[in-house]
């Protein structure tokens, strides 16, 4: 077994530019179907973490998004009093009348505007939300036009560094603060006093109530209650659910287009590697006979050849996901249609991702090499042996 | 004559591997004009916009929205022909996978301000005598297999209820790059119900499209509507319809971008693919290549032989790459028409293709041919396989 797969290897680095080629299309390759599984990976993982499991969101029925609800004072205050809503330590209901709305604002650098979150925050929603903490600045004050902006925002878009000033709603607002909120979505988020945004905007309706189950298995009673009440016209939803389904066209879209592009790409090189074994076949021939004669049997030969394409191949995923796990450096921005904001991500690689890749790589050698490999191992001694 | 028998013979000699390789070729060249045709699908929407047409929404951001009062103050302003104006809606067919654009529009001036729909006469007349009527594109009626007379139902997610309509019309684009999935309805139908259910959210509008006489004027109008409505409650900001379509493409350029370089990729892969077949060609026939210099045959002649056969592999490709991308284009845009109303295989595209081939075709050949014109005669019949 020994001789056959250290001829393979052996040869491989004979023959250079051709390996070189094959290996580097089988990399691109990779690199393409790594990148797209690390960009979904990166949605899911920024939507999925901006909810949690025992917080609860209500939004007008039939309204997909927080940007399209509305919702009056009085259905608020009635949503409010459900007795399933977590008590803080300060006494107080864990709950949060909120108002969400969309500004435009131009990004740094290229001066595009782009769609950004606004969020009228109450006195509780930072508890509802452990994952947010201030990495610079102050919270803003009560009553005052100071807003906080997310750390991806601060960034991309002009004004929104602390102590700039942001001009909407005809005020000007400073930005006292700037916040992380790990890997979710309000890091693309400003966030500033509700009741100075209704005032300013107009609008004088809350855009969504979230509030923290006391215990999360309460939660299909809560929602029966309040989708039940006459009085409402509110629909009930876990956090996490709200977010993924804000997520779906795009998760969606960058499904298709990455199964797309991998079936075409990996055909590409699967061709790549059909031809170049083909080729160490033929150039061979009189080896392999000799290996035959020797005593080798048929499915040795098969072995041997099928082994170089796939270690063809492994070395190329390798390569392909070495120079993908650099793409985790980048931040992606896109609005999210859905919600018609901007939406920050990264690429994300996880150990999933790198079982993936390689074993796809390892697929597409196999399925290059085995037409090669099957005409090898049928091949007559005598022929091959008399063949030039 | 004779240089190109050599070069189509020496094409044929290896049949499963020309075979492999075009095939290879057609399919990275037919990537490459979907991709191609995937970004200019992004575009749609601006190419398909008027140079006489002006968007005017509220400055804070399309959310908001901007009092009926203004119409009239628009069209005072010297320049404007024409004003109508339109809400997105935003309505679900069903459920809220079918997705549609559907826009309250006022039927009237928003006809005359967007002639690239064509209506029969007598469909228009219909759509505008009634106020519960509501007119769809041809691609979209074509989706449901509606007809003239059906009634639609519409669940509102913005504007909050069940919206019943009267299908009076099906409008088709008097160009190719009009969109025929949108579905418009009259803006007093939702005004009428908004006054009953939500009076605060009545007697707006979305954004206002406005018609203008001379396209150089388009700053300057502009600028004077945004100045009219400066420091009130509800600022404009006005722009060309095509800076405004723009701007939904800019928003989402990351993506575009994405698809922009994932399209040159595939070129690159299947360069390495070319290059591979040829270097194992020229490697093979090096003692031919010795044989034909001792017979007095130059480096360029030898050098035309190998670049002539990878062009004929990247052409012959690119040709029937080229000739599917039409019907794979055709059937993408059906599955996909719900996220790109149009997609069309542009000049453009075609152009690019044909380039590229030919730049594979070129850059495939030149180290084999390096490799070939330097080798000496002694070297070249020496080598053994």
């Not at chain 1, 602390?162 to 603060?177: A, N």
């Not at chain 1, 993908?324 to 919600?339: D, E």
């Not at chain 2, 006489?213 to 009219?228: C, F, G, L, R, V």
Request: glycine share 8%; net charge positive; proline share 3%.
């Amino acid at each position: 077994m020994k001789i056959p797969l250290s001829y393979s290897f052996r040869n491989l680095l004979t023959r250079r530019l051709t390996t070189t080629l094959t290996t580097s299309g089988m990399a691109l390759v990779v690199f393409v179907f790594a990148t797209i599984l690390m960009l979904a990976e990166g949605l899911r993982k920024t939507l999925v973490d901006t909810g949690s499991y025992d917080n609860v969101i209500i939004i007008r029925r039939a309204s997909t998004t927080e940007v399209q609800s509305g919702i009056d004072r009085y259905q608020a205050s009635v949503a409010e009093t459900q007795p399933e809503i977590a008590i803080g330590h300060n006494g107080r209901k864990l709950a949060a009348k909120e108002m969400v709305v969309i500004i435009n604002l131009p990004k740094r650098g290229s001066e595009k505007p782009s769609n950004v979150t606004i969020r009228g925050i109450g006195e509780q929603s930072l508890l509802l939300r452990p994952q947010i903490e201030l990495i610079e600045g102050r919270m803003p004050k009560p009553g005052s036009s100071e807003v906080i902006a997310g750390e991806n925002i601060t960034r991309r878009f002009r004004g929104c560094g602390i102590g700039e000033k942001l001009h909407f709603g005809m005020r000007d607002w400073t930005v006292v603060g700037i916040f992380r909120a790990g890997s979710t979505g309000f890091n693309s988020e400003i966030w500033g006093d509700v009741d100075q945004f209704m005032q300013a905007f107009r609008r004088p309706v809350y855009s969504s109530i979230t509030f923290r189950l006391r215990d999360y298995s309460d939660f299909e009673k809560v929602k029966e209650r309040i989708e039940g009440d006459p009085r409402l016209t509110l629909e009930a939803k876990r956090e996490i659910q709200y977010y993924a389904d804000q997520s779906e066209m795009m998760t969606k879209f960058l499904r298709i287009l990455g199964m797309s592009l991998t079936i075409i790409f990996s055909i590409g090189a699967m061709i790549g590697a059909t031809i170049t074994m083909y080729a160490a076949v033929a150039n061979r021939t009189s080896e392999i006979g000799t290996l035959r004669a020797l005593g080798f049997q048929r499915r040795n030969i098969l072995f041997a050849f099928l082994a170089e394409s796939m270690l063809m191949s492994f070395i190329g995923g390798f390569a392909g996901l070495f120079f993908a796990s650099f793409m985790q450096l980048l931040t992606i921005s896109t609005v999210n249609w859905q919600t018609f904001s901007e939406l920050a991500f990264s690429f994300t690689l996880t150990g999933e991702i790198v079982c993936q890749s390689l074993i796809f790589s390892v697929i597409m050698g196999f399925l290059g090499g085995v037409f090669p490999a099957f005409r090898a191992s049928r091949m007559n001694i005598i022929d091959a042996l008399s063949a030039r | 004559m004779h240089i190109l028998k050599l070069i189509f013979r020496n094409a044929l000699r290896h049949k499963l591997r020309t075979a492999l390789t075009i095939l290879g070729i057609t399919i990275a060249i037919l990537a490459f004009g979907i991709l191609r045709t995937l970004v200019n699908a992004w575009y749609s929407g601006v190419e398909a916009s008027s140079s006489t047409r002006l968007i005017a929404r509220n400055s804070i951001s399309l959310v908001f929205s901007l009092p009926l009062s203004y119409r009239e103050k628009i069209r005072q302003i010297p320049g404007v022909k024409g004003v109508s104006y339109a809400i997105w809606f935003n309505g679900a067919y069903i459920s809220e996978k079918n997705f549609i654009p559907n826009f309250a529009v006022e039927p009237k001036t928003f006809l005359e301000l967007y002639p690239e729909y064509l209506l029969p006469e007598d469909q228009k007349t219909a759509f505008i005598r009634d106020r519960k009527s509501a007119i769809a594109g041809r691609k979209v009626a074509e989706r449901f297999q509606w007809k003239v007379g059906d009634s639609i139902t519409l669940k509102g997610t913005i504007f909050p209820g069940t919206w019943e309509f009267v299908l009076r019309g099906i409008y088709y684009g008097a160009e190719k790059t009009a969109d025929e999935t949108q579905l418009f309805f009259h803006w007093n139908y939702l005004n009428e119900r908004l006054k009953k259910t939500t009076p605060r959210r009545s007697d707006q509008t979305g954004v206002y499209i406005i018609g203008i006489d001379n396209p150089d004027q388009a700053a300057e109008i502009s600028e004077a509507i945004d100045k009219t409505f400066k420091n009130s409650l509800a600022e404009t900001i006005t722009e060309t319809e095509k800076a405004f379509q723009m701007s939904f493409v800019s928003m989402t350029q990351a993506i575009v971008t994405v698809i922009q370089l994932v399209s040159f990729l595939v070129i690159i892969i299947i360069m390495a693919v070319v290059a591979n077949t040829m270097a194992m060609t020229a490697r093979e026939r090096i003692g031919e290549y010795a044989i034909m210099k001792t017979l007095g045959f130059g480096g360029w002649y030898i050098a035309a032989l190998i670049l002539g056969e990878s062009l004929v592999l990247t052409i012959t490709g690119c040709v029937l790459g080229i000739i599917l991308t039409f019907p794979t284009a055709e059937h993408f845009g059906k599955t996909m028409g719900n996220f790109f109303p149009v997609f069309n295989v542009s000049v453009i595209t075609i152009v690019l293709d044909a380039a590229a081939s030919f730049l594979v075709g070129l850059l495939a050949a030149v180290f084999p041919t390096w490799r070939a014109v330097k080798i000496h005669i002694a070297d070249g019949l020496r080598r053994i396989g």
